[in-house]
């Protein structure tokens, strides 16, 4: 899974895709992820970091990680080639 | 290291100068408690999904439906339409505020007979009334509202049996502006088929016309469409005056006025676009007083209003199973509460509050728990992020529902009512193996 080339991101949490020419919002955590995924890191590295820095369990996190890549998924923002990506 | 407060990751997509088409999103409504008692109280004490009836609201809801016509029209009789609601602690406070009992078969009429309703006050309604019924209602010296020719002559064959006169009127349809025309149920104005029967009836020895009824449809939004049924009634009164030199009892308008809640499909919530008690009230008043009757002969009018009574009395409290997204991006969540304890979610919008503040509402759907495709509750609703565990209510659900749901996939739960003086009891019993073991038989096989 990689972000789409044509979406930019920026640090207050507006997300613009130029190829939809939809714009967005990001709240704190859902910018970290998708700065985290932009940069290529893996479910569990990026598991591991939440549960770290945040008074979180896995299994929310997990819920909620899953959630929020299917909606940035549906919303062209990240584009994926293998359906099996992110297992 | 102490930890930071985590958020759910969230995204919303900015509409920019795009209201909804409500206008600008409003203030999300809460309802946390019912008569002042809390929803998680009631829950905690009666389980999940719970029907709630307040009492309260039911006589507050009579007392305006009964000032609105009594203010404006002399002689007002309203009859309780049982198939809207007919657990007997409902019907009996309708009873109690001076309704009279309107039934639509041998299982109604017996109901409101066990609930202590006179005979002569139940008007016997509907197609269907086996020769048994007809002896019941003649017995009773009930109101028999003839809906066919065939029902006409079967009630001329029992009551001259019975060497007994049966008290009838007939039902009428009519064109009131009102389409499709419910065609189905009575004889028709325009044809000329209602004037046959009351001509076949005067002429009958056993039966005693005593009044004209007609019921132009339900949720009807217009109230000049009942003026024009009281008009055309009000034709056939005088018609019958002038030939037979005799006047009825009564003109009985149905049901039919529009509850608060919002038809599918309807571009404005129906709180907003419905007539009220008064509006109608003025409508059919009117038209009735204008009328060629004289004031000193006006007859009793009488109303067999349902859900714009009760709707607003009944609430469905449930909780939230799950949340999921589809395919498509679209939060959905499945609720304890299904289609086959909602028949009117086939037809409106149900509202679906939250009982406490939550925050990011987006649109979502709401699913039933059954596992059936047509389980949907609502299909868009913009809606706050919800938690398994909450707890939703779901408003207006007083009529149709519970006479009207199906026992399905899981047992069927508790109904309570809140009384006047705040006290809860249970007024049916949530269904058990028990309730089925009772009337199933299971042959031996060798
Ligand atoms: C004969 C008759 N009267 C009264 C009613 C009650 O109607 P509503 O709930 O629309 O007021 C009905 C419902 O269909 C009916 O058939």
Known sequence: ?87 | MEKLKYDKPSISKINAGMPSKFGLPVKQKIISEIDGIKVSTLMEEYGSPLFVISEKTIRETHAEAKRAFETRYPKVQFAWSYKTNYLDAVCSIYHEEGSWAEVVSGFEFEKALSNGVHGSQILFNGPDKSKADLRMAIEHNACIHIDHFDELYLLIETSREMKMKARVAIRVNMDAGIYPIWDRFGFNYENGDAWNAINRIMLAESLELIGLHTHIGTYIMVQSAYAIAASKLANLYMAIHRKFDYWLKYIDLGGGFASKNTLKGAYMPGNETCPSFDDYAEAISNALISSEIPHENLPILFLETGRALIDDAGYLLTTVIANKRLNNGRRSMVIDAGVNLLFTSFWYNLGVYPTRELEHAEESTIYGPLCMNIDVIRDAIVFPQVKTGEQLVIERVGAYNITQSMQFITYRPNVILIDNDGKTQIIRKKESLETFKNSEINPKRN
């Open chain 1, 1 to 87: 899974m990689k972000i789409t080339d044509e979406v930019r991101i920026s640090d207050n949490g507006f997300v613009f895709n130029s190829r939809t020419g939809d714009s967005f919002n990001v709240n704190p955590t859902g910018l970290e992820l998708t700065k985290l995924i932009a940069q290529g890191h893996d479910f569990d590295t990026i598991k591991n970091m939440f549960l770290e820095k945040y008074d979180l369990d896995d299994l929310t996190f997990e819920k909620d990680f899953y959630e929020f890549i299917a909606l940035i998924k549906h919303h062209q923002i990240t584009s994926h080639e293998d359906p099996l990506d992110f297992k």
